[in-house]
């Protein structure tokens, strides 16, 4: 937890400051905007940062903006008051957090720092928060894979880039074969096994930070696999087809397994004019998935 609070001033009593103040805040000093941006580099763990109008060496508002490229601690101001209201002015520009009249009362600004505390907590809860709702929409919360809503921006844009370059660009639709029948006999939990299974096989067989899987739909599954021929993407699907077919389980003494169907398609920078478009390149790829289904399953069908 961020707790500490940054005061680039000499003349305030930072003792008698930081007593009593509730929060468990520790306060720093510095007397410079030199030393005191050399003082937030040192650590994370700022919470507010409070700065005199005027320093030996920079006015307190070129400090603040400055330490804003450190810190996301809430920046404070204290300003002489005969020029509150000019400094008001500046401060507004500058997008500080408040400015503090150099009279106030001690009592009152222990409530402005905890304030600015209070303020910086809030700003960070409401980040994580932000951060929870983009992995909810980025993630399969089941498979662990990208999820649908996410890969759909992600393979246009490899598209986009593959085109530009002119890489090769491959996918492969995948398809749990008898996920149906699974779930049907011995329940939806042995059917989440199985998609979790071949989630973690999928993941394990790729790039990791160049290829994307994701959860494309009840039973399916998408792989991207930039600057990869089809030919490439075939011997990959070839390989995960492979090594899902021996993956297995036991329910109630009954061994679960099953196999899946893979559809390969792909841009080739050779032939340009052909799946240009990221509609036309899924649409092959579906139908190259559905024949594998068709002719039994466990297979792979790419179409260049």
């Not at 598209?159 to 660009?169: A, F, I, N, T």
């Not at 008898?178 to 973690?200: C, P, V």
């Not at 899987?213 to 600057?227: I, T």
């Not at 099953?258 to 340009?272: D, I, K, L, M």
Request: overall charge negative; glycine content about 6%.
């Amino acid at each position: 937890m961020s707790n500490q609070v940054l005061i680039v001033n000499d003349s305030l009593n930072i003792a008698d400051l930081a007593q009593d103040v509730a929060g468990g805040l520790q306060f720093i000093t510095t007397s410079t905007g030199k030393d005191g941006l050399a003082t937030l580099a040192l650590s994370t763990g700022w919470c507010a940062v409070l700065a005199a109008s005027q320093l030996p060496d920079m006015s307190g508002i070129a400090f603040l903006q400055q330490a804003a490229a450190l810190s996301e601690a809430i920046p404070l101001l204290l300003a002489p008051d005969a020029q509150l209201v000019s400094t008001l002015h500046q401060a507004n520009s500058a997008s500080l957090f408040r400015v503090v009249p150099e009279c106030t009362p001690k009592e009152t600004l222990k409530t402005i720092i905890l304030d600015a505390a209070r303020q910086f907590r809030l700003v960070q809860q409401e980040r994580q928060l932000r951060e929870q709702l983009k992995l909810l929409t980025t993630i399969d919360p089941l498979t662990g894979c990208s999820s649908r809503i996410h890969l759909q921006e992600h393979i246009r844009k490899e598209l986009k880039r593959s085109r530009r370059y002119s890489h090769s660009l491959s996918i492969i639709v995948c398809d749990i074969d008898t996920l149906k029948n699974i779930n049907e006999t011995f329940g939806h939990r042995a059917g989440d096994q199985m998609l979790i299974g071949f989630a973690q096989i999928a993941l394990q067989s790729i790039r990791r930070d160049i290829d994307t899987v994701a959860r494309w739909g009840e039973d399916e599954f998408l792989l991207v696999l930039p600057e990869t021929p089809i030919r490439g993407a075939g011997r990959v699907a070839m390989r995960l087809r492979e090594q899902f077919a021996q993956f297995n389980f036991t329910v109630d003494t009954h061994l679960v397994n099953s196999t899946a169907s893979f559809g390969v398609a792909g841009f080739a920078p050779e032939a340009p004019g052909r799946n240009t478009d990221i509609d036309d390149l899924l649409l092959i790829a579906d139908r190259c998935l559905h024949q594998a289904k068709a002719a039994g399953g466990n297979q792979v069908l790419c179409c260049p």
